[in-house]
């Protein structure tokens, strides 16, 4: 991969690194061998604007593509050259589970977020989340991460997703022929993008909550402008869940 060499930062006269930077090439290299680790990265971006640049542009980007390069050849796959959003925020999405806090999305819970070192997104899953007249639209989706034991909320379960070319997507379509409200205060915890509730628009299938393992009232998600998808589950006990699976 060739990249533009770049060694004085060009975006802050206020940063510290005024003797200049090593070049994009290295930093490739060094980051190739670490395996694109994630936390490494989120440090790195934090130096000055210069390596945040850097990240976003290459360092997320071949991060994404080595951690699930079948989801990303998909995302990719409409004739586009760079995924809804950016890279950043998909690389938050595949390793950080948002939680909530109170008085926030998700009733008034305070589960504080965290670092997930490896998730499973699945397209097949995704269809259990889209109504029969969106089940044309590609929608990845995490298992649900779960917390267990969280008082009066019994076991919870927190889980994430990405469509694809959301833009153009059914889901995106029939959200404004419903005329379905943006949340007034809160944003992506991904992207900062505004989110809609798929609740308050009545486009939740009960499919989902088979495919959670969760009770059939207490499943909660929102999709942002940018196609990013965060929700919330109460799951069933485990004899129950499997009870349910097998309906399913």
Not at 10 to 35: I, P, W
Not at 40 to 59: M, Q
Request: charged fraction near 20%; hydrophobic fraction near 35%.
């Amino acid at each position: 991969m060739i990249l533009t060499k770049q060694y004085r930062c060009v975006h802050s006269a206020s940063c510290q690194c005024t003797k200049g930077h090593l070049s994009e090439d290295v930093l490739f290299l060094v980051f190739h061998h670490l395996n694109w680790n994630p936390k490494l990265i989120a440090t790195l971006s934090c130096v000055c604007k210069w390596f945040d640049d850097l990240a976003k542009r290459v360092l997320w980007k071949e991060f994404c593509r080595t951690r699930a390069p079948k989801m990303m050849l998909d995302l990719q796959s409409s004739g586009s050259h760079s995924i809804d959003g950016n890279w950043r925020p998909l690389g938050k999405l595949l390793t950080y589970c948002s939680g909530c806090k109170k008085g926030g999305l998700f009733k008034n819970i305070q589960i504080p977020g965290h670092f997930v070192y490896r998730t499973r997104f699945s397209r097949t899953s995704g269809k259990s989340f889209l109504l029969p007249q969106c089940r044309n639209d590609v929608l990845y989706v995490s298992d649900p991460c779960e917390h267990l034991d969280q008082g009066e909320e019994g076991d919870l379960g927190f889980f994430r997703g990405i469509f694809k070319s959301f833009a153009t997507s059914n889901v995106r379509r029939m959200l404004n022929n419903k005329g379905a409200k943006l949340h007034p205060t809160e944003v992506c915890p991904y992207c900062k993008a505004k989110l809609w509730s798929m609740l308050q628009a009545n486009m939740i299938p009960q499919s989902a909550s088979c495919r959670l393992g969760s009770y059939e009232d207490c499943i909660e998600y929102y999709v942002c402008l940018n196609g990013h998808m965060l929700g919330i589950c109460t799951l069933l006990p485990l004899s129950e869940s499997e009870e349910a699976s097998e309906k399913d």
